[in-house]
């Protein structure tokens, strides 16, 4: 399947048909600005506008004549500072580094093209009667079967549902697009037994009814789930338990080319290839993967102790450019890098389901337009691109991202570097120097110091964080770091979700994945939005985007575009950089292709080595 990538953490192999959180600014290849499909090349795409991301000239296939070995180990890096979670589960797990590992073991129903729209071809077939605001999924090939060999049936369709809308699931799937479906929401407070909207028709086939049908389900939108999980192992365990529970964390059954074979926790996982696959069994014998820290990754594959990673960091690209060894591709990111200002809390018992709500705080002391634009138009990310990401990243115009060709509007001009704007905001804001030391007291004259948490990494994100530090400085700005350093990528998502008091504004990325509706990251009900901004005009806004009157393409772009304008006037989420990936291949390996329209993650079966050991 051509699938969604969803995680900023910029993999290769994440099929992220979800939302996921993305690693630091430097460590990207999944949540990866318009793309040619031609397989070659991407290219600069700019307009009246901003820029967007300036991709270099590089090709998105790897050419390889050499004669395949039998079988054979592909050595893989998942690039992390931190150890994986290990939530080996579609429905439960929350980042990218264990999606990942998941891409390689892949439960994915439904097949998408370079558009990222769902085909014909996946295991599952999708029927749309918009009309009637119902989609019938259908088992398409004669018989598909689970790691374990047993059969896949419509039952394993409909468990993902019945686990995300129990009133035990504590997870981040639950949301707006969610209860869409009907009788999910009852299902969810206890008060049926089943979701009333999912019908099943016979073994192959179900039927799901839905409040609303939009475009958006062609992107696997609208509450449609695109994974199945094996309730045959899964049912007796109770949902609450599922996240601690071996069938979880272990020993997963699972659809994909590889089953897990070996695992130490946080560290490394062997995968060995799965007899049953649909697509037939595996060239390659086995995976290793291991967890490799970002300021190594470049000397581990010039050393050819890997074939391929997970992401590699942008500000390294010198560093591989030119060896030997290896075939360096490219391709945009569904992904971009954003400042977020803490204006509110997440109510995990809030709405009317009591199944969560944002909470804005007017008296949050972010809380003022001006100062998040000022905030914004004192940062020179032109000058952080060119000195850090070597091209790799520009200026990022909008929270569309450019791969998005159709939504995405290069004529948003963003905000541009300009400290004079940032003062001028500042003094109409009222943060003014009253005792002359060059830092802005608050509207009352008070100190005024603003807390930022940041991802830690390689010494480059320190330097990037000083460097915006200082800029903010320039304008009178004092901005110091939460806890008085860059934080753990997992304590800081820790800190972030649970709207941490020391944090007022925080960097981070967001893995779009292939549907562009922002609904998601920035609804009232979404756990993603990490702002915790919410208003009636936000929530139409979004309500429109995947409304049945955006089935007109023209219309649903007209309505992108407000949405966008909207959140220009607002500056809550401020969108810093649009981000091309890099993927470095060891030359042994034969047939992969990183290009959205022929993603070889789709076809790992297919994946060959000319010889038994990287190439150094």
């Known amino acids: 399947m051509k699938k969604k990538k969803g995680l900023m953490l910029s993999s290769v192999f994440a099929t992220a048909l979800v939302l996921a959180a993305c690693g630091g600014d430097d460590e990207t290849t999944t949540e990866k600005p318009a793309e ?31 004669e395949a070995i039998q079988g054979g180990t592909l050595q893989y890096a998942l690039v992390t500072d931190s150890p994986f979670q290990g939530v080996f589960s579609w429905e439960l797990y929350e980042d990218a580094y264990d999606s990942e590992i998941l891409g390689f073991m892949s439960n994915v129903i439904f097949d998408t093209d370079g558009d990222f729209l769902v085909t014909d071809e996946g295991i599952a077939k999708l029927d749309v009667d918009a009309d009637n605001n119902k989609v019938t999924i259908t088992i398409q090939p004669d018989e598909v079967k689970w790691s374990d060999g047993t059969p896949l049936t419509v039952e394993d369709i409909i468990y993902p549902y019945e686990v995300i809308g129990h009133p035990d699931y504590t997870g981040i799937r639950y949301d707006d697009d969610f209860k869409n479906i009907i009788g999910a929401a009852e299902y969810k407070a206890g008060k049926a037994d089943t979701i009333s909207g999912i019908k099943k028709i016979d073994d192959k086939t179900v039927e799901i009814s839905m409040t609303k049908v939009s475009p958006a ?19 007796d365990i109770p949902v609450k338990d599922l996240i601690s ?60 102790k890997y074939d391929m990673a997970s992401s590699y960091p942008t500000n390294q690209y010198d560093g591989v450019k030119d060896l030997e060894n290896l075939t360096v591709l490219a391709r945009p990111e569904l992904a971009y890098s954003y400042l977020g200002f803490k204006l509110g809390k997440w109510d995990a018992k809030g709405g009317e389901d009591k199944t969560g709500l944002n909470i804005t705080d007017e008296n949050a002391k972010m809380n003022d337009a001006n100062l998040r634009k000022a905030i914004a138009y004192a940062m020179d ?66 100190k005024f110091e603003i807390r930022m948490a940041g991802m830690s990494g390689s010494d480059t994100d320190e330097a990037i964080v000083e460097y915006y530090r200082q800029n903010w400085k320039d304008v009178g700005l004092d901005v110091q770091l939460t806890t008085g350093r860059l934080i753990e990528f997992n304590s800081f998502y820790d800190k972030v979700k649970a709207d941490d008091p020391e944090i007022d504004m925080f960097m981070a990325a967001w893995g779009t994945g292939t549907n562009p509706s922002p609904l998601g990251l920035y609804g009232e009900g979404a756990s993603f939005n990490y702002s915790r901004f919410v208003t009636p005009e936000l929530q139409a806004l979004l309500v429109d985007i995947d409304s049945k009157e955006a089935v007109d393409p023209e219309y649903r772009a007209d309505a992108f575009r407000k949405w966008e304008e909207y959140m220009f006037e607002q500056a809550t989420t401020i969108p810093t950089y649009f981000r091309t990936e ?31 050991a990287p190439i150094k």
Do not use: C
């Open 36 to 66: 040619n499909t031609d397989g070659t090349k991407t290219e600069e795409n700019t307009n009246d506008g901003g820029s967007t991301a300036v991709s270099p000239t590089l090709p998105s296939e790897v050419t390889n004549d050499g």
């Open 381 to 446: 990310i032109e000058q952080v691109g060119e000195r850090f990401y070597q091209g790799l990243r520009s200026r990022a115009t909008s929270l569309i991202p450019p791969a998005f060709a159709s939504f995405h509007d290069n004529s948003l001009e963003g905000y541009n570097y300009d400290p004079e704007k940032a003062k001028e905001l500042l003094d109409e804001a009222g943060y003014k120097d009253v005792d002359g030391d060059g830092i802005r007291e608050d509207k009352n004259g008070e």
């Open 245 to 304: 529970s071996d069938a979880v964390r272990k020993s997963p059954v699972t659809l994909g080319p590889f089953k897990l074979d070996k695992l130490v926790d946080g560290e490394s996982v062997q995968f060995v290839a799965n007899e049953h696959y649909f697509k037939g069994k595996p060239k390659l014998d086995k995976v290793v993967l291991q967890v490799v820290p970002s300021s190594s990754i470049g000397e581990a594959l010039r050393t050819g």
């Open 217 to 235: 389900i062609y992107s696997l939108g609208d509450g449609l789930w695109g994974y199945a999980a094996p309730k045959h192992v899964l049912k």
């Open 582 to 612: 890099i993927i470095p291949v060891n030359k042994r390996v034969k047939n992969y292709n990183a290009n959205y329209a022929n993603d070889t993650m789709d076809d790992l079966q297919l994946l060959e080595l000319t010889a038994d």
